[in-house]
């Protein structure tokens, strides 16, 4: 099989997950509601494995960290506050010939004349500016006095809830809160399947510390979170570091790194390393007339804390991890010859069905019954999936499709007819080498727990 090009691949994967149950279009039976998508069995077991394992990384394995959720509605006045209300927004230029709205960025030049990318269309609008938020109404009455807004990132409900957690927490600076949840942004062009959405969900920690200790804090959490790809099956080569020029950060921020990814279309960000300084708690200081300052019981100063923020998107490390482990390759057919293969090289502890379980033939009623006791004897362990449906080659195949690493079969040997030495095993079958190993049924769930976690 030759290799596909970028392309080809985005396409190849798009329809994948839409075939074997990871993502669709929301909506879909309706034409699709653009920028917004719906995860399948596979897709949200897939979520739940990244959302969990960020957690026990950021929070459950750190005495530092402590965790919340918040609300999506928010009072205006936290983003008037933050920000958000006056200056959210992107620059969108129309296109007077196909009626597209584009961002500014998004326009292609040729010959030095800026065009609409999707007709070649030069009757352009000015650039005026665009805010990102959805604004809402609390309540029966649609009026200036109900509006409410989705929230367009989970950060600044940590800072409205600081002084809380602060004081139910007891925690000393430097300590973080962790929130994952969604977000909400119009954005004007989404695009690159779940790349760029209008709703999508973030990974966000506000990491609290002295003013003096910012620049080494953003460092640490830089260097953490690209251990955190890494421990999720990422190829380091394919992640990059920017180094966020002075004029392209936020005016707050003394620091920002961007983590990129080579995605199929191009280099872009998965996720930002923000040092946002004291802004975001001075701001909602002065606005709400609360004193958001910590109290140093050492030194009897009270300050505001600064934060680093590592914000991470959910879906777009989804889309990098799918990207990562599409591959293309030749495996043995049941006649022992090659045939092309599609397998997604999950990390085992991402991958969402982490163990497939096969009766050799269905027809054979005490392979059924073993292989069904093995199934429960696994499930309080991991997600299984058990099949009996077809020759074992092509069962393997659809477990590679999906990525599940580990497949158990049951076979003539698990019932000790050849060899009574072998009664009570099965063979183990990795994904990725296709290589068989004969294992006691008693130590699978010890065995499996210890390469998926
Ligand atoms: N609190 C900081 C913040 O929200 P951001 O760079 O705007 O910073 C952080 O967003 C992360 O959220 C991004 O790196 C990306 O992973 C994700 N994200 C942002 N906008 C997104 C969108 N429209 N669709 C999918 N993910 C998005």
Redesign the pocket.
């Known amino acids: 099989m030759s290799a596909p090009s970028d392309a080809q691949r985005m396409e190849k994967i798009v329809s994948l997950c839409k075939r074997r149950g990871f993502i669709f279009q929301s909506s879909e039976i309706y034409g699709g509601l653009n ?1 917004a998508w719906d995860y399948g069995p596979l897709g949200v077991e897939l979520k739940r494995n990244l959302k969990n394992y960020w957690w026990r990384v950021m929070v459950h394995e750190r005495d530092d960290v402590v965790g919340m959720d918040g609300s999506i509605l928010t009072h205006p006045a936290v983003l008037k506050a933050s920000g958000h209300v006056e200056g959210f927004s992107d620059p969108m230029i129309d296109c007077r010939t196909c009626k597209s709205h584009l961002r500014a960025d998004q326009l292609v030049e040729k010959k030095g004349v800026k065009q609409c990318p999707n007709c070649g269309g030069k009757d352009l609008t000015e650039a005026r500016q665009f805010n990102l938020m959805f604004e809402t109404h609390v309540g029966a009455a649609a009026e200036e006095s109900s509006i409410a807004y989705l929230r ?4 600044q409900s940590i800072f409205v809830q600081f002084k809380n957690i602060l004081e139910v927490s007891r925690k000393k600076l430097p300590f973080g809160i962790a929130q994952i949840g969604k ?1 909400f ?1 119009n ?1 004007i062009n ?1 695009r690159n399947f ?5 709703e ?1 969900e ?1 990974m ?1 920690l506000e990491y609290f510390c002295r003013a003096e200790e910012g620049m080494k804090w953003l460092d640490y959490w830089l260097e953490e979170r690209l251990k955190f790809y890494e421990n999720i099956g990422l190829v380091r080569a394919s992640l990059h570091v920017l180094n966020v020029p002075d004029a392209e950060r936020a005016f707050y921020s003394k620091g920002t790194y ?1 983590i990129e990814y080579d995605f199929p279309f191009g280099r872009q ?4 390393v ?1 040092y946002r300084t004291d802004y975001d708690l001075l701001q909602h200081q002065k606005a709400s007339a609360k004193s958001l300052e910590y109290f140093d019981d050492e030194t009897k100063q009270r300050f505001i804390p600064h934060v680093v ?1 590592p ?3 959910v ?3 989804i889309l990098a991890l799918i990207c990562n482990a599409y591959a293309e390759d030749k495996a043995p057919n049941d006649k022992g010859e090659l045939e092309s293969r599609i397998v997604l090289r999950f990390h085992p502890r991402m991958a969402p069905i982490k163990c497939a379980v096969f009766p050799l033939l269905k027809n054979k009623e005490p392979l059924v019954v073993k292989a069904k006791e093995i199934v429960a004897l696994l499930r309080p362990h991991m997600t299984v999936f058990y099949d009996e449906g077809g020759a074992i080659g092509r069962r393997y195949r659809r477990q590679d499709e999906i990525g599940t690493p580990f497949g158990v079969t049951i076979d003539f040997e698990t019932l000790g007819e050849k060899n009574p030495a072998l009664r009570d095993t099965v063979t183990l079958r990795d994904r990725d080498s296709m290589q068989q190993e004969r294992i006691a049924i008693q130590d699978l769930p010890v065995i499996l727990r210890e390469r998926i976690r």
């Open positions: 920028g367009p990132e989970t950060a977000a942004r954005e989404p779940t790349f760029r959405s209008r999508f973030q966000e961007d960000e998965l996720e930002g923000a923020e914000s991470a998107g879906d777009r490390t």
